[in-house]
């Protein structure tokens, strides 16, 4: 079973940045694919980005294009999402997540993923 530890939330400035971290840990641990989605206060759970195995391969959400980077560290299965230039309507708890055995980028819906962390707060003030 693998579990996923979210980090590096907290309250920025419109037009900051801020770096989430995804720590995995538990056995079997593989450098499965793995994903980053948000919800904001009474709205749905949103893709944000993905990345593949290697992180030679990612996609992003049309929100995130040019403002956040995912990438990943194998030696320490841990997976970033680095956020720059931030807006209020970033504002959301922020979650990793993964698909059991898969490698590759898929689906961007959070009901094909199958384990997930616990969230991190992330609020932008204007």
């Known amino acids: 079973q693998v579990q996923l530890v979210e980090s590096g939330g907290g309250l920025v400035q419109s037009g900051g940045s801020l770096r989430l971290t995804c720590a995995a840990s538990?056995?079997?641990?593989?450098?499965?694919?793995m994903a980053w989605f948000r919800q904001a206060p009474g709205k749905e759970r949103e893709f944000v980005a993905q990345?593949?195995?290697?992180?030679?391969?990612?996609d992003y959400a049309d929100f995130a294009k040019g403002r956040f980077t995912i990438s990943r560290d194998n030696n320490k299965y841990t997976v970033y999402l680095q956020m720059d230039s931030v807006k209020p309507e970033d504002t959301a708890v922020y979650s990793c997540?993964?698909?059991?055995?898969?490698?590759?980028?898929?689906?961007?819906?959070?009901?094909?993923?199958?384990?997930w962390g616990q969230g991190t707060q992330v609020i932008v003030s204007s």
């Open positions: 990345i593949n195995w290697s992180g030679s391969d990612t």
């Open positions: 538990g056995r079997s641990l593989r450098p499965f694919a």
């Open positions: 997540a993964t698909r059991s055995r898969a490698y590759t980028l898929g689906s961007t819906s959070p009901t094909s993923y199958d384990t």
